[in-house]
Nanobody, 127 residues
Framework: VQLQASGGGLVQAGGSLRLSCAAS????????MGWYRQAPGKQRELIAG???????YLTDSVKGRFTISRDNAKTIVYLQMNSLQPGDTAVYYC??????????????????????WGQGTQVTVSS
């Protein structure tokens, strides 16, 4: 299993970053993929998910600012982050995501306990 997140860094509030995650073929092709983040002292949580067909889910905290996309040919999932805020400071990870359609809405479970997470990427937003 390969999950390699990259693209993090230090940015001022209001700035943008684009994260990338290279995932192994079997993990990527068979699953919805998600971006998770873990801030110091907090539980790791999903903030964005994308299905194999391109359906997307964003938590309210990032809706309107972040965009998730995937390149199925390259098995890469991206997270475009705009209007970054100090509250977005965290280590960001990608992994498979438990997502499904419920009553016409695409929804992903927020908290997931996987054995393997791969290397995350640090995002620090200064005020």
């Amino acid at each position: 299993v390969q999950l390699q997140a990259s693209g993090g860094g230090l940015v001022q509030a209001g700035g943008s970053l684009r994260l990338s995650c290279a995932a192994s073929g079997s993990t990527f092709s068979m699953n919805a993929m998600g971006w998770y983040r873990q801030a110091p002292g907090k539980q790791r949580e999903l903030i964005a998910g994308i299905g194999t067909g391109g359906s997307t889910y964003l938590t309210d905290s990032v809706k309107g600012r972040f965009t998730i996309s995937r390149d199925n040919a390259k098995t890469i999932v991206y997270l475009q982050m705009n209007s970054l805020q100090p509250g977005d400071t965290a280590v960001y990870y990608c992994n498979a995501a438990p997502c499904a359609w419920y009553s016409g809405n695409y929804y992903c479970r927020r908290y997931v306990d996987y054995d393997y997470w791969g290397q995350g990427t640090q995002v620090t937003v200064s005020s």
